[in-house]
Each structure stands twice: as structure tokens, then as C-alpha cells.
């Protein structure tokens, strides 16, 4: 069992795409800022997409240009391409910060990956060992997340020996780290540390292993207590539990920040972020959205509550 893992706070880009309402610029400046505040040192804070697709990543650049210069921080933007990449790196142009890492995708289906990148599976697992390359000549951490690794919305469960092939292919390209997102939120936590353990004896131990999960039946923080049993030492999660794929039906909600936090406090995993402030910002994020969002522990606090250890002293 790990005594501490990181927390990747992706509720910037992942947890306000799919969102109908159009948060603004200085509202998602704002939620970074009080992320780091409560602790997060990683951050997924834009995508580089085609504003017409996604129109609520529209303003990235915007975003990316007002990040903290903080050096204890490292900020992630998403790259589905090659011009992903491109401008990832020009993010950085002068003396700006720009982002760190370029957040590589890569898809285990071919119906997804149509779907999501106009590219069949292959196509993008090649296009991805391009963008690997290029994130490195420009100094971007490389990093990868392989998308519907668990399970497609279109043709259903995906054979793990296919992720497995896959992310062995993105090895040899080169990479810091890999992910596997349960796209679809339709992973159970047998599997999770199942295809976790079979990729962590195949890959070089100096790769990093990162999840990504959705919520989408409730198998979320299971999910992840699995991973985190498997070995994998970074999870991702996002404020109040928002998130989703707009092309991934049905896809709701990643773990929520909140809820991670309180399984690995009561756990006794250390991670950096705290309870208290997270759940701030929950309320403070409602306020932006205008409703209560998903989060368990948003809604019911920690427990048992500080007024309650008080009076037990």
C-alpha cells in the first residue's frame, strides 16, 4: 500500500467541459487560484481544441495566460494533436509561463476515436507517439492518457490486452507517465486492479501510472481505492465532482475532489490537499454554477466534525 499519493485537480478543463453554461475566464482563474490554495500542485487548466466543438474551452489561452507563476505548481493542457501540442508549446513563448505538460489522448476504440478525433484507434496511437516526441523537443513533460480504456460507449468493453499493446507502444515512444481513463464510468474496481496490475509488470518501473474515473454508476472512489491498491500513485479528480465527455453518452461526473480527499484522509494516505478548503471551494463553486453539485462529501462534511472532536476532548 502507497503511503501517499498525488492529486491531479482537473475540474478546470475536464470538470467545466461538458457543462452547458459558459463559465467565465476570471471565474476559472478563480477556481484554479483556490485550488492551489487548498493544496493542489497539479492542475489541468485548458485544452487546446477546436472552440467550436467545445466551446466552453474556448477562452484557454486566455486562462493560460493568467496562471500563477508558481513554482511548486504544474499545469496540464489537453492535446488531442499535434497543433495541440504546437500550441501548447507556444503557450510558453517569451516569458510566459504556458503550460508544463502536454496532456497527450489516445483512444482504445475505433468507434470512439472516430467519434472524438475523427481518427480510428491506430491512427491515434500513431499521431500520439508524433505529439510524444514533439511535447519532449519542446520541454513538455510528455504524459498520456489512453481514453476509454475500460469500456466504449459505442461497442462496449474494451479488451485489455488492446490497452495493454497500446500503452507498451506509447512506452517505446517515450512518455514520464500514463494514464487510463474509464471514460464512460462503467469500470468496477476488480477490473481496475486487474488491468493496473497487468500494466505496471509490462511497463518500465520509472513510468508513472495515473487513473482517471467517472462516476457515471457510482464505482468512482471504489475505482480508485483499487488503483491506489494496484500501486498507481496519481489520481485524478475534480471540485464538486463535475466533468464529462461531450462525446461519450451518458458520461457523467469525475470522482469528486472532495470525496477522494476524505478516503485517503480516513485512510491514512498522505496527498497534500485539505478537506476543509476543499470543501470551500465546493460551496464557493456552486455559487458559479447555480446549483448543488454532485460531491457526497460537498453535500455531508467530514466526519466526524471538528465540533465533535472538540466536545469528545
Known amino acids: 500500500m502507497l503511503e501517499s499519493v498525488q492529486i491531479v485537480e482537473v475540474s478546470a478543463r475536464d470538470g467545466l467541459q461538458n457543462e452547458k453554461m459558459l463559465v467565465s475566464t476570471a471565474d476559472k482563474i478563480a477556481l484554479i487560484n483556490h485550488m492551489i490554495d487548498a493544496g493542489a500542485r497539479r492542475l489541468e487548466v485548458a485544452s487546446f481544441v477546436n472552440p467550436k466543438r467545445v466551446p466552453q474551452m474556448a477562452d484557454g489561452d486566455a486562462v493560460i495566460a493568467a496562471l500563477p507563476d508558481r513554482p511548486d505548481v504544474s499545469y496540464i493542457g489537453l492535446c488531442l494533436n499535434l497543433k495541440g501540442v504546437e500550441r501548447a508549446a507556444r503557450s510558453r513563448d517569451g516569458n510566459k509561463r504556458g503550460v508544463d505538460e502536454a496532456g497527450c489522448v489516445t483512444i ?80 468496477v474496481p476488480a477490473q481496475v486492479g486487474d488491468l493496473f496490475g497487468r500494466l505496471r509488470e509490462v511497463l518500465p518501473q520509472e513510468i508513472r501510472l495515473r487513473a482517471h474515473f467517472h462516476n457515471t454508476r457510482g ?92 466536545a469528545a476532548d
Not at 111 to 117: L, P
Not at 260 to 284: F, K, M, P, Q, T
Open 219 to 310: 464505482t468512482g472512489i471504489a475505482n480508485a481505492w483499487a488503483a491506489v491498491q494496484a500501486g498507481v500513485g496519481i489520481l485524478d479528480s475534480s471540485i464538486g465532482g463535475l466533468g464529462g465527455c461531450p462525446f461519450a453518452p451518458g458520461a457523467l461526473g469525475n470522482i469528486a475532489t472532495e470525496d477522494l480527499v476524505y478516503l485517503l484522509d480516513h485512510s491514512g494516505i498522505g496527498h497534500g490537499v485539505a478537506l476543509d478548503r476543499a470543501i470551500e471551494v465546493n460551496g464557493w463553486l456552486q455559487g458559479v454554477m447555480g446549483k448543488v453539485l454532485p460531491s457526497s462529501v460537498g453535500q455531508a462534511g467530514d466526519f466526524p466534525p471538528p465540533s465533535a472532536l472538540q
Open 108 to 187: 482504445a476504440s475505433d468507434s470512439f476515436g472516430k467519434a472524438n478525433q475523427g481518427q480510428t484507434s491506430d491512427e491515434s496511437v500513431a499521431e500520439n507517439v508524433a505529439m510524444l516526441a514533439l511535447a519532449r523537443r519542446e520541454g513538455l513533460v510528455p504524459q498520456v492518457t489512453i481514453a476509454v480504456a475500460f469500456g466504449c460507449p459505442f461497442e462496449g468493453r474494451v479488451d485489455p490486452g488492446r490497452v495493454i499493446a497500446i500503452a507498451q507502444r506509447l512506452a517505446e515512444a517515450g512518455l514520464a507517465e500514463i494514464s487510463l481513463a474509464d471514460t464512460l464510468g462503467m469500470a
